[in-house]
């Protein structure tokens, strides 16, 4: 079945996910009769393209990689994501998929949230890596696609490519999650095991943007946003509590951290950025001791992992011992072969 793709954003994950794609196409067709085009791109500097029939996207990779326009490679017919999500929409393809991976807003979500409600009002399913939709907005997208009989998808709006959202819809029926726990924001804990360890916060902070992994903007990790965001959309999915991250009761990295950190190790403890939530109350992103014996204390560098407490098989924990680009390129590929399976046997 061939899948029709606009990537709006193409910046590092959407630049590591058209490699992915390429590497996998063949298990792609083989294993999931899936057959794919890129035919738009959309970024805010580096120019806006659509091509009805496919585009060439390593080599639009390595332009915009080399500081060039989109543009500059074949003359757009559209000339800003609205445009190529409508251009994609009238593609006629069985499947279309926007993917969306712009920078998190963390004002309000948006565009991101523009985006979705445009494809999906045009008739194109969503995957995003994106955690604005699900975090400000996910009770209405979800009940928008689902009502038009698309797909919104988000796997990799936390933990990268580990499953957690696909883990609880797929492989959990009837369980209900009633709390979660969690270090879900690799940057700061990579930053918080060097501090510990007596290094500057600078290097580790520059170690993290080297490997396109740090937020566009660093400080929505280091002020604990991006964990509060990830919060936020965990809640909103598990426990239908319809807040924003702005809801979330949030601490990050200050001046005193580093010399708690080395204190708390010297103490046989560990400082983390944990993530919390539970039914009926707030979620919170908060620096916190942790015991040696504490699951998460265990955790160093960019390790994550998430507690998820449920009704029926009590505790259950995920872990992300490393993550990188490809993790959350990955995700993209398991929700757009998500969007596929769903589509049967049809088209
Ligand atoms: N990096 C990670 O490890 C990681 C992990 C999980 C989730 N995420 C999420 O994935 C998303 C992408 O991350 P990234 O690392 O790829 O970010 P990035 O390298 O900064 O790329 C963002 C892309 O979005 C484009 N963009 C921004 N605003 C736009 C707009 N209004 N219309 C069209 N394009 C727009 C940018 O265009 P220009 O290049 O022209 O500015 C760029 O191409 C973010 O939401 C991030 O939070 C990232």
Redesign the pocket.
């Known amino acids: 079945m061939r899948v029709d793709l606009a990537l709006?954003?193409?910046?590092?994950?959407?630049r590591r996910f058209v490699r992915l794609l390429d590497e996998q196409r063949h298990r792609l067709a083989d294993d999931h009769a899936l057959d794919y085009r890129i035919v738009g791109i959309?970024?805010?500097?580096?120019g806006t393209t659509h091509q009805p029939d496919g585009l060439d996207a390593a080599l639009a990779a390595s332009h915009v990689e080399a500081g060039g326009r989109l543009d500059e490679i074949a003359a757009p017919r559209a000339t800003d994501?609205f445009e190529v999500i409508a251009a994609l929409a009238t593609s006629t393809a069985p499947l279309r998929v926007v993917v969306e991976?712009?920078?998190?807003d963390i004002e309000n979500g948006r565009?991101a949230i523009d985006h979705v409600d445009a494809a999906l009002a045009s008739g194109c399913h969503v995957v995003t890596?994106?955690?604005?939709p699900a975090a400000f907005a996910y009770g209405r997208l979800h009940a928008t696609a689902e009502a038009a009989g698309l797909s919104f998808l988000f796997e990799?709006?936390v933990m990268?490519g580990v499953p957690i959202f696909n883990l609880v819809r797929e492989t959990m029926p009837t369980a209900a999650v009633q709390r979660f726990r969690g270090i879900v924001n690799s940057t700061t804990n990579h930053i918080l095991t060097a501090l510990e360890d007596g290094e500057a916060f600078a290097p580790a902070l520059a170690r993290m943007q080297a490997l396109?992994?740090a937020?566009?903007d660093p400080s929505l990790d280091v002020d604990g946003w991006d964990a509060a965001a990830k919060a936020a959309a965990l809640a909103n999915v598990f426990m239908d509590a319809g807040i924003t991250p702005h809801d979330v009761v949030r601490e990050g990295l200050g001046p005193g951290t580093a010399e708690r950190a080395r204190e708390a190790k010297a103490r046989g403890q560990r400082l983390r950025l944990i993530a919390s939530g539970a039914r009926g109350q707030r979620p919170s992103v908060a620096l916190t001791e942790l015991a040696p014996g504490d699951l998460l204390a265990g955790l160093s560098g960019q390790a994550n992992a998430l507690i998820l407490t449920t009704d029926i098989l009590d505790d259950i924990a995920i872990c992300q011992l490393g993550g990188d680009?490809c993790h959350?390129a990955y995700a993209l590929l398991s929700d757009l072969v998500t969007v596929r399976r769903r589509a049967g046997a049809s088209g």
Not at 8 to 14: P, S, T, W
Not at 129 to 132: H, I, L, M, P, T
């Open positions: 709006i954003g193409f910046g590092n994950v959407a959309a970024t805010r500097r580096h994501a991976t712009t920078t998190l565009p890596a994106n955690k604005g990799g709006a990268d396109g992994i937020e566009a680009l959350t």
